[in-house]
């Protein structure tokens, strides 16, 4: 075990070390220039005229963009390997201190979505397989389909406006921390959570009922009737656990789903997170930022993709990781 997780950490090195020169190439060929903004904002200065273009190189030098692209890049790796992210070439603060200010945000809505969808999915595919071909297998079919087909801004919209236009009752855009009100903290959390949640919900409850009619038809679950075990034990107890290592597997995979989900629901819904940092870096060219949460964010998948393969051993002990 040891030496697959070894082996494991070194192969992620590569792949971190080409994540990093996508992002800075690809931050660095978006239209429009973080130099020229800077100097519309510091005076409305054009781009004739050789005041402005020796600000421009002024500029250029300091945020350390007036070197080719690969040299970038080293120094970028460099700084990464001894913890510094860079600064934001706005305010001047440190990325990891932007990111540890909005990171605990996108994390309870990811927590909370993640619960929702694995608290929907997996009682709804186990109920759609034991009634498989009877009304209510059809209904859940049907209902994880529309959640599959409707896109997450779609749902957003709708939680926002059908409650109001019905009830009377919106959806809070004023942000509360959990320490100043626990209960109105909570309530402006949920409704972003159950946007990514009952999207991710719907592809799970799908795989969930096709892995468990498989494992049904499996010789042991026959004995284990023939044994005179009652119908939920040799459901939960020896079909469910069974059929879960795929499910685990998308789950694991849902976790970047919910992290790129949260700049549309961030963004719908006003939240100070992560999501909606990289949309106004990206809008004002703050490459560092953009950078700073790109790389931060595959290196975090990375391990969770790795804790998912390590929890298959622990799902079917003949799996054996080697």
Do not use: C
């Amino acid at each position: 075990m040891s030496t697959y997780i070894i082996r494991r950490l070194l192969a992620m090195i590569p792949t971190w070390l080409i994540i990093i020169f996508t992002v800075i190439a690809l931050v660095r060929l978006m239209p429009g220039s973080v130099v020229d903004i800077l100097l519309q904002e510091q005076g409305g200065q054009g781009q004739l005229g050789g005041r402005a273009n020796v600000e421009r190189n002024e500029l250029l030098k300091r945020m350390g963009l007036d070197v080719p692209i690969p040299i970038q890049y080293l120094r970028y790796v460099g700084g990464v390997v001894q913890g510094d992210f860079g600064r934001s070439l706005w305010s001047q603060e440190p990325v990891t201190r932007l990111i540890a200010q909005r990171m605990p945000v996108t994390a309870e809505v990811a927590v909370l979505a993640f619960t929702t969808a694995v608290i929907i999915a997996i009682p709804v595919g186990v109920l759609s397989a034991i009634r498989r071909d009877q009304g209510t297998d059809y209904l859940l079919r049907g209902i994880t389909v529309a959640g599959i087909s409707v896109p997450g801004f779609a749902i957003g919209t709708a939680i926002i406006l059908f409650p109001q236009l019905w009830w009377g009752w919106g959806v809070s855009f004023n942000y509360v921390t959990l320490t100043e009100d626990p209960l109105a903290h909570l309530k402006i959390l949920i409704p972003p959570a159950l946007v990514l949640g009952i999207q991710l919900s719907a592809s799970s409850a799908r795989l969930t009922r096709t892995m468990m009619l498989e494992v049904l038809q499996q010789d042991y679950i026959r004995t284990a009737r023939a044994k005179g075990l009652i119908e939920s034990t040799v459901i939960m107890k020896h079909g469910l656990k069974n059929a879960l290592i795929p499910v685990v597997t998308v789950f694991g995979g849902q976790i970047e789903g919910l992290l790129g989900g949260s700049v549309i629901t961030e963004t719908i819904f006003a939240l100070p997170g992560l999501g909606r940092l990289m949309v106004n870096s990206i809008n004002t060219r703050d490459y560092p930022v953009v950078q700073g949460i790109v790389v931060m964010t595959a290196m975090f998948l990375m391990m969770m993709n790795l804790l998912v393969d390590l929890s298959y051993g622990w799902l079917d002990p003949r799996i054996r990781l080697r």
